[in-house]
């Protein structure tokens, strides 16, 4: 289910947009009546969407979009406005909104507009948790890949010093010794 905040200065649009979002199965995890309470709102709740209206007192959703999108360039923002003037589309659209929806917000229309922001977060839980799998995996070789290249020093089946180097970076050893001695202590009786 989608965690949403809503902006907007009316309170009545508010509580209409909290209702038709209920109607999609999204929760409404904030509301904000400005752009610095939708802000504040977004740094704490992490939504996956923030709807935005263009125009409020203070800080506009404009402005409040610009300062959201520059702390997490992949957020999700939805304006609804009741001015129908290309200048906000505009400048909506190119702060990377998904889309721009006119007041009074037609249901339907606000119903597409989430189905298409839903097919883009189940893209982006899937790749979080593509990312994750292939993380436990590597983590899993790791000590693989730590007695590989011991081994590899032991045997010299690496010589090369920028090889040896970048292995040992990769697997996150700071410093290699400058001297290794290893002695084979066969028949040796202790």
């Given at each position: 289910m989608p965690r949403v905040v809503i902006a907007d200065d009316e309170a009545l649009a508010r509580r209409v947009l909290r209702h038709m979002l209920s109607r999609l199965d999204v929760e409404v995890v904030g509301e904000a009546a400005d752009g610095r309470q939708a802000v504040e709102l977004f740094r704490e709740k992490q939504p996956d969407l923030v709807i935005l209206d263009v125009r409020m007192p203070g800080l506009s959703g404009l402005d409040a979009a610009e300062e959201i999108r520059s702390e997490n360039p992949n957020a999700r923002l939805l304006f609804i406005s009741a001015y129908d003037e290309f200048k906000y589309a505009q400048k909506a659209l190119s702060q990377?909104?998904?889309?721009?929806?006119?007041?009074?917000?037609?249901?339907?229309?606000?119903?597409?507009?989430?189905?298409?922001?839903?097919?883009?977060?189940?893209?982006?839980?899937?790749?979080?948790?593509?990312?994750?799998?292939?993380?436990?995996?590597?983590e899993m070789l790791i000590p693989l890949s730590e007695a590989s290249f011991v081994n590899n020093l032991i045997f010299a089946h690496v010589t090369d010093g920028e090889q040896i180097s970048a292995l040992a970076s990769f697997l996150g050893c700071t410093e290699l010794p400058n001297a290794v001695m290893i002695a084979n202590m066969d028949g040796f009786m202790a």
């Amino acid at each position: 289910m989608p965690r949403v905040v809503i902006a907007d200065d009316e309170a009545l649009a508010r509580r209409v947009l909290r209702h038709m979002l209920s109607r999609l199965d999204v929760e409404v995890v904030g509301e904000a009546a400005d752009g610095r309470q939708a802000v504040e709102l977004f740094r704490e709740k992490q939504p996956d969407l923030v709807i935005l209206d263009v125009r409020m007192p203070g800080l506009s959703g404009l402005d409040a979009a610009e300062e959201i999108r520059s702390e997490n360039p992949n957020a999700r923002l939805l304006f609804i406005s009741a001015y129908d003037e290309f200048k906000y589309a505009q400048k909506a659209l190119s702060q990377g909104a998904y889309d721009y929806l006119l007041k009074p917000v037609d249901f339907c229309e606000l119903a597409r507009a989430m189905d298409a922001i839903r097919v883009v977060l189940d893209k982006d839980r899937q790749r979080k948790q593509d990312e994750e799998l292939v993380r436990k995996k590597l983590e899993m070789l790791i000590p693989l890949s730590e007695a590989s290249f011991v081994n590899n020093l032991i045997f010299a089946h690496v010589t090369d010093g920028e090889q040896i180097s970048a292995l040992a970076s990769f697997l996150g050893c700071t410093e290699l010794p400058n001297a290794v001695m290893i002695a084979n202590m066969d028949g040796f009786m202790a």
